[in-house]
């Protein structure tokens, strides 16, 4: 089901420009065409395979050999069998696995209901298998939990949203909106139709075009994208300690304080990544064929490091009989370090109510300095789903007696927190932008033991905007459509006339503009932290 669900993923992202032509009067262009079919999107196979479904898959690694195996042991011949069940009614996938890895055997069930993924223990006991001891420096929490360990995500509700409109035949409403942002960004030119199909074809010109373009229209149509963005992480806002409007609205200032990229910066860019191929083409007709080749390359300027992604995909056919296939392969090759490369090969054959895939995967990995080989693996794979509209699949009942919430003990995003020293009035700090150490002739302070004080110019003419001193005591900053106003020795300053507070005055050290990170937070939407003796500013 897994090698499946990423065909049909990999299908739906190059199908989404087939469309049928119509015979009526009017010629529709081969871009319209491909905006039509994103917005009529059908997904092409059974829709009971996204209702009530089973699949059965056998994984065998067949190649395991190189220095890894000195740490995790040797896995070649180790089996995998899966039972994957699927029952949208109730909200629930059910996974069983059965493993047999160097004359261990261990066998459990994995479920996802609704919000949460419930585990047995044993998988845990499998995971020390492949070397991965989750509860190391606990071994007694494990011993003395009960039979379910379970976590809950609110992202997961996205689940079973997704899963209605597959049923639907649908891409979800987030992704399809964005795909047709990014369509509606590539010029005409390198749109073709003939009697018989539609191409897309990009070269190296055409990736400068789409890049422009893209930003260019990202800058003219600043709500919509900050909508796509909201609707592609609905269930992420508690996490992030925002609301969607929140959210929308920081959006929007940090596309207002973007920087305009100009074609010679994109072109500067594009010398590190290289278009060798880039063509989806489609048959009008229905169950035509359909291709999409990708080939990019991409180097270090001074050739020390580079590689290569490739995605090649190929269908034809109907939901009665559908055929694809899909490659993926990359390489990475850093001269004084490691060159590793992988290939995913895929052939899925869809027949009404039943699908059938065989998958063979390849990597190796060698160190370049001493030629020693690190990973030379191989493994096979084999499934076959099948409609089963009978199908009913429950996930355990969880109560305080047979199920422990570790949700806690995986640290997210909003758990991880910073320690840092206690904050003094001192002028030792360093202060990084986006990643960057910037060297400032005046060093950031904190005031007041908790407001961090930073060089405007410097500061700010690394997150995009322009900085001019007007004498005798003003600073007038642009970001975007923002022009911002700052008086030294002064509390208030002024956002496109509209006149706020800062958190402390602005002053001059050394000739210096020296004002509060809070202003760069609340103006520009950048996030602040102090991370051991440094202001860091990421936006």
């Known amino acids: 089901m897994l090698k499946k669900t990423l065909f049909n993923v990999l299908l739906a992202l190059s199908l989404c420009f087939c469309v049928v032509l119509s015979t009526s009067a009017a010629q529709p262009t081969a871009k319209d065409l491909v905006i039509t079919g994103i917005k009529n999107f059908d997904l092409g196979v059974d829709k009971g395979f996204y209702e009530k479904s089973e699949d059965v898959t056998s994984i065998k690694i067949t190649e395991f050999d190189g220095s890894v195996t000195k ?8 089996s995998i069998d899966l039972l994957s069940q699927l029952d949208s009614n109730n909200n629930v996938i059910k996974v069983s696995y059965t493993t047999e890895i160097d004359g261990n055997k ?170 060798n191929d880039f063509i989806y083409e489609a048959a009008l007709i229905p169950g035509g064929q359909k291709n999409f080749n990708l080939d990019l390359g991409f180097k270090a300027p001074d050739g020390s490091v580079g590689g290569q992604l490739a995605v090649v995909i190929d269908s034809v056919g109907t939901k009665d009989n559908l055929e694809g296939t899909y490659k993926i392969s990359g390489n990475f090759n850093a001269q004084n370090g490691p060159q590793f490369n992988f290939e995913i090969n895929c052939l899925c054959n869809y027949q009404s109510e039943a699908a059938y895939a065989d998958t ?66 001192e002028t030792g700090l360093i202060v990084i932008v986006n990643g960057n150490t910037i060297d400032t002739e005046v060093k950031p302070a ?36 923002k022009t911002i106003l700052v008086y030294i020795n002064e509390s208030n300053y002024k956002v496109n006339g509209l006149e706020k507070a800062l958190s402390v005055p602005a002053y001059l050290e050394a000739c210096r503009t020296m004002i509060p990170t809070s202003l760069i937070d609340e103006e520009l939407g950048a996030v602040i932290e102090l991370v051991n003796g440094a202001v860091v500013i990421t936006k």
């Not at 740490?71 to 180790?78: C, D, P, R, T, V």
């Not at 149509?221 to 508690?238: G, M, S």
């Not at 930073?454 to 900053?477: D, K, M, Q, S, T």
Request: hydrophobic share 40%; aromatic share 8%; net charge negative.
């Open 71 to 78: 740490e995790l042991g040797q896995f070649k011949g180790a």
């Open 106 to 275: 261990h066998n459990g069930d994995i479920y996802l209901k609704d919000d949460k993924v419930i585990l047995n223990k044993d998988i845990f006991i499998l995971l020390k298998d492949f070397g991965l001891d989750v509860f190391k420096n606990n071994p007694a929490f494990l011993e003395q939990s009960p039979e379910y360990l379970y976590l809950s995500n609110e992202q997961l509700k996205s689940v079973w949203e997704q899963m209605l409109s597959y049923q639907n035949q649908q891409l979800p409403g987030e992704y399809k909106d964005l795909l047709l942002f990014l369509v509606e960004a590539i010029p005409e030119q390198y749109f073709n139709l003939t009697a018989s199909k539609v191409t897309l074809q990009l070269d190296q010109n055409g990736f400068e075009d789409v890049i422009y373009n893209l930003s260019t229209k990202i800058k003219n149509e600043k709500e919509r994208v900050a909508d796509i963005v909201v609707n592609l992480n609905k269930y992420n806002y508690e996490q992030m300690g925002v609301t969607p409007e929140q959210l929308k609205q920081q959006i929007i200032t940090g596309i207002d304080s973007m920087p305009v990229i100009s074609r010679e910066q994109i072109k500067l860019f594009s010398s590190f990544v290289e278009v």
């Open 360 to 425: 063979t995967i390849k990597a190796t990995a060698k160190d370049n300095t001493t030629g020693e080989l690190l990973l030379n693996f191989a493994a096979i794979a084999d499934s076959t789903t099948k409609v089963n509209p009978n199908l009913v699949v429950n996930a355990p009942e969880l109560n305080d007696s047979n199920s422990t919430d570790i949700t806690s003990l995986i640290p997210g995003p909003e758990q991880v927190k910073v320690v840092t020293p206690p904050i003094t009035e």
């Open 446 to 481: 904190i005031k007041d033991n908790e407001h961090p004080i930073v060089p405007a110019r410097a500061v700010l003419e690394a997150l995009g905007c322009g900085v001019r001193w007007y004498a005798p005591n003003e600073v007038h900053i642009t970001a975007g459509d």
